[in-house]
């Protein structure tokens, strides 16, 4: 028997950057609300917050004050000092120290998230990833530096005092190597910038815009790899976060902290993760191609089998959609 061509069970979409697949696959038939889940939000006491005191002789210093958000070592660093790219062998192979650093962006309240801060104070935070990523940067054996925030224990967050971190990292992550390579790739291709190209798409067809302001946009990537991911791109291009300049860290605090707000309105506050990608560390002028921006990534559904053993995501809403509902949701 032939199939029904006149409902379409999914649709293979390409990554413009990095070339790989995702699914969409709508013959799931699932509507936007049908993605809330329960709140990621969750309680712990006051008096058991790690982040509560920073007086006390065994508190962390802060190795930055920016405002209302205190910027202090990872108690439990993934990456930390010591000796840089020197690689050692056991057999066939090869490892070295996991040299760099750690930090943790502590917002001043215990139980006041991101959408609940004031603008200032989201500007604050802002701020913070700015300051340290230009300090950090600069340290010796450092080739990446990724910002990032979890929200929910599903997105990765042990403390619920709400945070941010920054690791930088001796190596250039598989997935920035990935995303930069593609976007050389297509400059030499094009003679232009792919996120660029993609920007000014999207804010000509509106299909899938959520928001945007005087120099920033948010929107959803016709590719995208799970439902209601948003990408916030810099409207001039910009290869490296940190030339973000003083009089735009506002307009980036309003843009990014509306985003996260529309999620928690629409979908029940799901659990989240956001990240800064940016150009590696190093000689500006080899990486001018790259364009940096913040990822969103909501959690409404798990990597099974399929995701897990192909590398492709199966995202159960048209980006069209998702955006259209992200974009009817008053912050
Ligand atoms: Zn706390
Ligand atoms: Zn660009």
């Not at 696959?25 to 712990?44: C, D, I, L, Q, Y």
């Not at 802002?126 to 925030?149: G, P, Q, W």
């Not at 409404?300 to 590398?311: D, H, K, L, M």
Request: aromatic share 10%; hydrophobic share 40%; glycine share 6%.
């Amino acid at each position: 028997m032939m199939a029904d061509t006149s409902k379409k069970i999914s649709e293979l979409r390409q990554d413009l950057v990095c070339g790989d697949w995702v699914v969409i696959a709508v013959g799931r038939g699932k509507r936007p609300h049908a993605f809330s889940g329960a709140p990621a939000t969750f309680e712990e006491p006051r008096e058991m917050c790690p982040f509560e005191n920073f007086s006390g002789s065994d508190a962390p210093q802060p190795v930055l004050q920016s405002g209302s958000v205190s910027v202090i070592p990872n108690k439990f660093p993934a990456f930390a000092k010591g000796v840089c790219r020197v690689f050692s062998k056991e057999g066939p192979y090869t490892f070295a120290d996991g040299v760099g650093i750690h930090e943790v962006f502590v917002l001043k309240d215990h139980a006041r998230y991101i959408p609940e801060l004031s603008l200032e104070e989201m500007s604050d935070l802002i701020r913070a990833y700015r300051d340290r990523y230009k300090t950090v940067s600069r340290e010796e054996c450092i080739a990446y530096v990724l910002i990032f925030h979890n929200h929910g224990r599903e997105a990765g967050a042990s403390i619920a005092h709400p945070h941010s971190q920054l690791v930088a990292m001796p190596v250039i992550p598989p997935d920035v190597a990935r995303s930069v390579e593609g976007s050389k790739r297509y400059f030499r291709e094009h003679g232009k910038c792919v996120h660029c190209e993609m920007v000014q798409y999207e804010l000509v067809s509106k299909k899938r815009l959520v928001d945007e302001n005087e120099k920033f946009v948010a929107f959803t990537p016709f590719a995208s790899k799970i439902a209601f991911e948003t990408r916030i791109f810099p409207k001039v291009h910009q290869s490296v976060f940190e030339m973000l300049e003083d009089g735009d860290v506002t307009l980036l605090a309003e843009i990014l902290q509306r985003s996260v707000a529309r999620l928690k309105k629409g979908l029940n506050d799901p659990a989240y993760n956001f990240f800064i990608h940016t150009a590696p560390v190093g000689d500006v002028s080899r990486y001018d191609h790259y364009h940096w921006h913040i990822e969103i990534l909501p959690k409404t559904s798990v990597w099974a089998g399929v995701e897990i053993g192909t590398g492709i995501e199966i995202s159960a809403i048209m980006p069209e959609e998702a955006a259209e509902f992200l974009r009817n949701i008053t912050v």
